[in-house]
């Protein structure tokens, strides 16, 4: 079961190495309840991966917080619950696709063969059977980063983070793979955090879109996405899928007139 996600009054800002600050977010809360997928769409720079990066555990806020079923998330992540998908696949070129997959347990001593079948089954459901022992420079992107995915779902995490997983992918690779994700994620009522800057992707994906203000990025509006738990392919030819797309559209204007303003 997926774990909420509670992102209050959070900032971050950085130290540049020439001694500037640069306010990189916030003042930003989100909450993004148990088994929501929530997608987040806001201009280059505002700290979208920042706000993900704080999620993760891997940064710390300047101000305010970010807490994971009341814990900060340094704890969770350390006991596996958060799975992590950037947008480049950083996968180890020296390891098979198999044992990229299984690294996060690896590193934990948990290596048996249950999870070894868990790894192989993980692979197949996301397109990658029969490709176990292939390294990554023998993969396409897009089968790179399905491998990715695999490897931060592979702990059964309740939080899942995806920073632009698919922004390298052509139109109709990106579509399988969404799908594939959704697929993988229906089962676990996982809770997601996707960050896009392509609005269809965005409405396949998620039960809400928040958008983002420029940097510092703070929560402009929302939209909510009214497409119910199953999504599958015939979705996209449906009017209702175009409203709510349109919807975004719209809401996407409305940092670019604030700015104009
Ligand atoms: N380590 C760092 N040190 C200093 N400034 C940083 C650091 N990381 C990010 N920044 C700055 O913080 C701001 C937000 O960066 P971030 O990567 O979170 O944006 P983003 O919304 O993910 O952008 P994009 O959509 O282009 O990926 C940017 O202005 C960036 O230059
Ligand atoms: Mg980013």
Redesign the pocket.
């Known amino acids: 079961m997926g774990a909420e996600i509670s992102v209050d009054e959070l900032t971050?800002r950085?130290?540049?190495?020439n001694g500037n600050f640069?306010d990189?977010?916030g003042p930003i809360s989100i909450h993004v309840e148990a088994g929501e997928k929530v997608a987040l769409l806001?201009?280059?720079?505002?700290?979208?991966?920042?706000?993900?990066?704080v999620a993760a555990g891997l940064l710390k806020p300047t101000s305010g917080r970010v807490l994971i079923d009341g814990e900060e998330p340094d704890l969770p992540r350390r006991r596996g619950e958060i799975g992590v998908v950037f947008?480049k696949p950083t996968l180890l070129p020296w390891r098979s696709v198999l044992e990229n997959v299984l690294l996060p347990l690896r590193i934990r001593g948990r290596t048996d063969d249950r999870v070894k079948r868990k790894a192989v089954n993980l692979l197949r459901a996301i397109g990658l059977g029969g490709f176990e022992h292939s390294y990554p420079n023998e993969l396409s992107i897009g089968m790179q980063q399905r491998c990715a995915l695999a490897r931060a779902m592979i702990q059964s995490p309740r939080v899942l983070l995806l920073?632009?997983p698919f922004a390298a992918l052509d139109e109709m690779n990106r579509e399988m793979l969404n799908f594939d994700m959704l697929r993988l994620c229906e089962p676990t009522h996982i809770t997601a955090l996707l960050?896009t800057?392509n609005v269809y992707e965005a409405v396949l994906f998620s039960d809400r879109v928040v958008v983002?203000s420029a940097?510092?990025?703070q929560k402009v509006t929302e939209v909510r996405v009214d497409l119910g738990p199953a999504r599958d392919p015939r979705l996209l030819e449906s009017e209702r899928y175009y409203e709510h797309v349109i919807s975004v559209r719209k809401a996407l204007r409305i940092p670019r007139l604030m700015m104009a303003s």
């Open positions: 971050v950085y130290r540049s190495k640069v990189a977010l806001g201009p280059s720079g505002c700290g979208k991966t920042t706000l993900l990066k947008q920073d632009e960050i800057h983002l940097r510092p990025g």
